[in-house]
T-cell receptor
Framework: AQRVTQPEKLLSVFKGAPVELKCNYSYSGSPELFWYVQYSRQRLQLLLRHISRESIKGFTADLNKGETSFHLKKPFAQEEDSAMYYC???????????FGTGTRLTIIP | GAVVSQHPSRVICKSGTSVKIECRSLDFQATTMFWYRQFPKQSLMLMATSNEGSKATYEQGVEKDKFLINHASLTLSTLTVTSAHPEDSSFYICSGSSPYSYEQYFGPGTRLTVT
């Protein structure tokens, strides 16, 4: 069975400082990894996925198969980055998503 | 991006009654819809996966007779909580999956309170 672990429930970072939200997964195959974000009082939305290797709102995430990690990074935090972040795994195609427990990121002005 | 709506956004019902939550994909055909439950300050827990025209596939531990899911069309899925009890109070979220990208688009959620 697949599992996603986000070790930090809460993370506070000063504005302008680098951000790293950790995500580790366990799955024997080749999964698809995603980061979702939920801003206050808004719905869950896709932030980025590993297969597209893009940078969204300054965030990047690299899939490290050796370490089974998919950490989310941003070099300079902004106040509007404060939100709940969820790492998620999917076996492929139209399969279900397995979510981590989430990390609440707070950017300190 | 694609839009998914849910109705109602909030509902309060008495213990023992049933309540229906609708999930609609507004601008795309969702061949697959997913229903999640989210407790306060916790992650989303998948309850069931429904494919249009088929019976839903429930996750382990989810009572299919209590949480009835119907996916009768490519744009509508419903979740009916039957004989609701206070422990069913939660935030219920649906998502629709685009058949082209398989990206899941999430609804805004429905807050159910059972008194």
């Amino acid at each position: 069975a697949q599992r996603v672990t986000q070790p930090e429930k809460l993370l506070s970072v000063f504005k302008g400082a680098p951000v790293e939200l950790k995500c580790n997964y366990s799955y024997s195959g080749s999964p698809e990894l995603f980061w979702y974000v939920q801003y206050s009082r808004q719905r869950l939305q896709l932030l980025l996925r590993h297969i597209s290797r893009e940078s969204i709102k300054g965030f990047t995430a690299d899939l490290n198969k050796g370490e089974t990690s998919f950490h989310l990074k941003k070099p300079f935090a902004q106040e509007e980055d404060s939100a709940m972040y969820y790492c998620a795994l999917r076996r492929g195609g139209n399969e279900k998503l397995t979510f981590g427990t989430g990390t609440r990121l707070t950017i300190i002005p | 991006g694609a839009v998914v709506s849910q109705h109602p956004s909030r509902v309060i019902c008495k213990s023992g009654t049933s309540v229906k939550i609708e999930c609609r994909s507004l601008d795309f055909q969702a061949t697959t819809m997913f229903w999640y439950r989210q407790f306060p300050k916790q992650s989303l827990m998948l309850m069931a996966t429904s494919n249009e025209g088929s019976k839903a596939t429930y996750e382990q531990g989810v009572e299919k007779d209590k949480f009835l899911i119907n996916h009768a069309s490519l744009t509508l899925s419903t979740l009916t909580v039957t004989s609701a009890h206070p422990e069913d109070s939660s935030f219920y979220i649906c998502s629709g999956s685009s058949p082209y990208s398989y990206e899941q688009y999430f609804g805004p959620g429905t807050r159910l309170t059972v008194t």
